[in-house]
Nanobody, 127 residues
Framework: QLRLVESGGGLVQAGGSLRLSCAAS????????MGWFRQAPGKEREFVAA????????YYADSVKGRFFVSRDNAKNTVYLDMNSLKPEDTAVYYC????????????????????WGQGTLVTVSS
């Protein structure tokens, strides 16, 4: 099983940008679809973005489409989330996720399909 460690969270003003990184340990990183979820205070964890093992397919929640971009570097065992035009409602703890099934499963099934989670990184967007 993968061990996932996120980094890159912080405080940013509305309209700003951040890049989250998720470093994975384990030789089987390329076997996993990867994704990002987020959880705001008092709310359930929700899907944000996912990318297939090859990087050919990406999926986004409607709330972030056109602003957030997910990518991966299999040589570095790392997945990224570039977040642009940030809004206060993007404030949440962001979690990296790994899924042995299809990346699209994270869209339709959500958290129940995830095989491994990172510890989370806090993103705070001020107005």
């Amino acid at each position: 099983q993968l061990r996932l460690v996120e980094s890159g969270g912080g405080l940013v003003q509305a309209g700003g940008s951040l890049r989250l990184s998720c470093a994975a340990s384990g030789r089987t990183f390329k076997s996993y679809a990867m994704g990002w979820f987020r959880q705001a205070p008092g709310k359930e964890r929700e899907f944000v973005a996912a990318i297939s093992w090859s990087g050919d397919n990406t999926y986004y929640a409607d709330s972030v489409k056109g602003r957030f971009f997910v990518s991966r570097d299999n040589a570095k065992n790392t997945v990224y989330l570039d977040m642009n035009s940030l809004k206060p409602e993007d404030t949440a703890v962001y979690y990296c996720a790994a899924d042995l099934d299809r990346a699209f499963d994270m869209v339709v099934v959500g958290t129940r399909t995830v095989d491994a989670w990172g510890q989370g990184t806090l993103v705070t967007v001020s107005s």
